[in-house]
């Protein structure tokens, strides 16, 4: 198994440590991990964006111009990535602020309104591990405990009182993601 | 049992420093390479093992702090990317000329001038041919992975103490950048007094009754005496080239052609090289681990084996000049490359293949 992932919003939004969760838990259940963030200028004030790779085997090239998924969190990314997605593979967009949707016919396309779904949640902070589940429900690369594990060696011990919160935004987030397209 | 953690490169060289018992990193901050100094910082070495870390005042400072340190026999070294690795030429001439040990990594970004912040490999001339001034060479170490920018802090200083010579690990923005899985080794000790005594026996440690003093100079006024060092330094280089080049081959068994590539353009050679295969092209990769000492024999006889090499390096084309002179013109060599801080996409390494060679 090898899974190309980009993750793609504004800096701000949890692109760069929903990617850092998701290696951590690859790594708990004893696969391959690459995280290669975009820096640079656009890292201060813009988009962000990470690529992160999961897989059974040793990882070749960290960077690459095809996704098995793209998760796209800005009208900006939407734009920039939607065709870089294999055919047949997925695109996850949260509806927040998108004005042109995905118009591509041969992925699948599923919507998780993760930004609508934090600001009902104690913190808003929660809104990638929305994402995240969203992700999980539709590709479950990597086990739920593994995540919970992965979220552990993330987060600073001080923060580790929030993990409960973070776990109930990740089971919301597979609760509220729909299918729109099947390509 | 085995630690395994999530780290960037830069974070990875950086705990490797503390856990193979460096006594002292100089740095000076510059992207894509800060998080070098900052993790140091953070991890508060001066506890950990009483390691020193010190933010210098420029990198001329830095490099000139090894220096100092290398004198006394101690385990030091520097980080920095290209423009920063320009100021400390002299330093590191200097170093090579007073035979002293020391690690530097260079985590590239693109050139000329203060260039990009993005990575790039176009110090490569640099890095193997020399930098500064006078007839000295560094052995150059290339890693691809975050779990080789920690191994090859202990590798470096290996080769190092073993030569009494500078050595270099080059890096790249994109290795700096990334996070991979990294096994961190056990904490070792620092040396005492007496090992780094023991060691070194050419170091200012203290002069004893019973020895005469150890004087550490690049400085000899009498030419005789100075070319006669320099005879000493090259039978040191020939000696390096003879046992030290290390490099992976992968699928190179049935190539037809070749792909040569180091650091993070040898990452995305081995995409290249499952992309190319699955259209029918056989090919392979040879990744140089050492640059200097050049794997050149090796690629002598693959010269003979292919029928056409193809050098990407993320630069003008300054490997292919080694490549080029090691095949001794038996088969066609082209360079591919972006520029500028600009990675190019498996892909793309694929048409250039059968665009130029096929």
Redesign the interface.
């Known amino acids: 198994m090898t899974e190309e992932i980009i993750i793609a919003g504004f800096g701000g939004q949890g692109v760069l440590s929903m990617g ?1 969760i998701m ?2 838990s690859g ?1 708990v259940q004893g696969q ?6 975009s ?2 200028p656009e890292m201060r004030g813009g988009t962000a964006n990470v690529t992160v790779i999961i897989s059974d085997e040793r ?7 095809e996704y098995d998924t793209a998760i796209i969190l800005n009208q900006q990314s939407m734009d920039k990535f939607e065709s870089m997605v294999k055919a047949g593979g997925t695109l996850i967009y949260d509806g927040n602020g998108i004005t042109r949707h995905p118009e591509r016919k041969d992925i699948n396309i599923f919507r998780v309104d993760a930004a609508a779904e934090a600001a009902k949640m104690e913190t808003t902070k929660t809104f990638n591990m929305i994402v995240l589940g969203g992700f999980l429900k539709i590709k479950p690369i990597v086990k739920m405990e593994n995540v919970i594990a992965g979220l552990k ?2 987060l600073p011990e001080r923060y580790h009182h929030l993990i409960p919160v973070n776990e109930k935004a990740v089971n919301r987030g597979t609760e509220i993601v729909q299918e729109i397209q099947k390509a | 049992m085995k630690e ?1 953690r ?1 780290m960037k490169g830069n974070e990875a060289i950086a705990e490797a420093a503390i856990r193979v018992g460096v006594d002292g990193y100089f740095g000076y901050p510059i ?2 390479q800060s998080e070098v100094l900052e993790y140091l910082m953070l991890q508060k070495p001066e506890e950990r093992t009483g390691m020193v870390v010190l933010q210098a005042e420029s990198e001329v400072a830095a490099i000139n702090m090894l220096y100092g340190g290398a004198g006394a026999g101690k385990m030091v070294m520097t980080s920095s990317s290209s423009p920063g690795i320009s100021l400390k030429q002299e330093g590191i001439t200097y170093m090579a000329g007073a035979e002293l040990p020391g690690l530097i990594l260079n985590v590239v970004r693109g050139g000329p001038g203060l260039g ?3 990575p790039a490999q176009s110090d490569y001339f640099q890095a193997v041919k020399g930098g500064g001034h006078g007839d000295y060479r560094l052995i150059v170490l290339a890693p691809n992975s975050v779990q080789e920018m920690y191994d090859f802090v202990e590798t470096g200083f290996d080769l190092a103490f073993k030569y009494r010579t500078p050595v270099m690990v080059l890096s790249d ?2 290795i700096g ?5 990294v096994e961190v080794g056990e904490q070792k000790k620092r040396l005492t007094d007496a090992e780094v005594k023991e060691r070194c026996p050419w170091a200012t440690t203290g002069k004893d009754a019973n020895r005469e003093r150890n004087i550490i100079t690049s400085l000899d006024l009498d030419p005789h005496q100075q070319e006669v060092f320099n005879h000493k330094l090259q039978a040191k280089y020939k000696e390096i080239e003879k046992n030290e080049v290390v490099l992976e081959e992968i699928q190179t068994e049935d190539a037809e052609y070749l792909f040569v590539a180091y650091g ?1 353009s040898s ?2 050679c ?3 090289v ?1 992309l190319a295969r699955a259209k029918g092209l056989k090919v392979g990769l040879l990744r140089p681990i050492t640059l200097f000492p050049f794997p050149t024999e090796r690629l002598k006889e693959l010269g003979k084996q292919v029928k056409g090499i193809l050098s990407v390096e993320m630069s003008a084309g300054q490997m292919i000049e080694d490549i080029k002179l090691a095949v001794e013109c038996n088969v066609p060599v082209e360079h591919f490359g972006r520029m500028g801080g600009i ?1 190019p ?3 793309e390494v694929v048409e250039a293949l059968e665009q130029k060679l096929k």
Request: with cysteine; charged share 15%.
């Open positions: 850092k290696c951590y790594i391959e991990v690459t995280w290669m963030p820096y640079g990882i070749s090239s960290p960077i690459i111009s060696k993330s | 395994l999530l992207t894509p990009t912040i993005q923005g994109a950048q990334m996070m991979e899985k993070t990452r995305i081995q995409k290249s499952q990675i996409s498996p892909e």
